[in-house]
């Protein structure tokens, strides 16, 4: 395993107190970039399931080794000391920390790591404080939320997008990034981002929903996505008993004589 550190310290060196949920968020956002450099290294591209060598090779482990730093360790255990899929890893993160000090995104980069780097930087602006990473060769990045910008790491689109709506099942809604993922009803996910109402979105989610937005259709093994979205509730549909089934028809209340003429009437049909 190979160590990094995240200095989050105070000029004059005091412990920084920091929300719960930024720091959770920056951890999940830094997990995911380290997962996807990983894959991008095993030359495993894409948003599809990595196998269980490449996960175990992205795992990161935490812990405070002084106030105001964390202490990450990333990588399998049981791993070799010398891992050529770490080290080709690691080359990928200095270039893509050294890319996010320079507002640069490298030409070459795919857009999953692009969208993870878009995610860690948006992190490290709501956390609104200079963090340095320290890589394990000894190299320190310093990330100022008054320096960077997003807008670099935004998805370039392969295919043509266009203004369309999508149906089906929500599975989830992140209130703090605005995304949510739709499933159609032929089982393709959409990843959904800049939601304009993600409130009202996850009172809905495992309901049928209607999103509408910029549609960009996946290329290979990448989720459609769909930008600037509004997810709305589609009406309940009634169930198929309560279709069929009718009130029933008022009781007949027939005398002797109607019912001897009734029968008269229809012998030959008995």
């Not at 450099?37 to 030359?43: F, K, M, Y």
């Not at 992205?58 to 000391?81: C, F, I, M, N």
């Not at 304009?196 to 996505?225: C, D, K, M």
Request: glycine share 8%; net charge negative.
């Amino acid at each position: 395993m190979r160590s990094y550190a995240v200095c989050f310290g105070m000029p004059d060196g005091a412990a920084p107190e920091l929300p719960a949920g930024v720091l959770a968020d920056f951890l999940t956002a830094l997990q995911t970039l380290l997962y996807r450099l990983t894959r991008e290294a095993a030359d495993q591209a894409g948003l599809g399931r990595a196998v269980r060598p490449v996960e175990l090779s992205s795992g990161a482990h935490v812990s405070w080794s002084e106030a105001g730093t964390l202490l990450v360790k990333v990588g399998d255990p049981d791993a070799l000391e010398i891992d050529p899929l770490a080290d080709a890893t690691d080359a990928a993160f200095a270039i893509v920390l050294d890319a996010i000090t320079l507002n640069t995104r490298p030409p070459h980069l795919t857009n999953p790591v692009a969208d993870a780097v878009d995610g860690l930087i948006r992190v490290l602006l709501d956390l609104g404080r200079p963090v340095a990473i320290v890589l394990p060769d000894g190299q320190v990045a310093t990330c100022d939320p008054a320096e960077i910008r997003r807008d670099p790491w935004q998805q370039t689109r392969l295919e043509p997008a266009r203004i369309g709506t999508v149906t089906g099942r929500l599975e989830m809604v992140d209130l703090r990034s605005r995304r949510c993922r739709i499933r159609d009803p032929l089982g393709q996910a959409y990843d959904v981002s800049d939601l304009g109402n993600p409130s009202e979105a996850a009172r809905l989610v495992g309901e049928q929903v209607a999103v509408s937005g910029v549609v960009q259709e996946g290329t290979g093994t990448q989720h459609h996505r769909i930008e600037e979205a509004h997810v709305i509730p589609l009406p309940a549909r009634q169930p198929a008993a309560q279709q069929i089934l009718r009130p029933a028809a008022d009781q007949l209340d027939l005398t002797d004589d109607e019912w001897r003429t009734f029968l008269a009437a229809h012998r030959d049909d008995l």
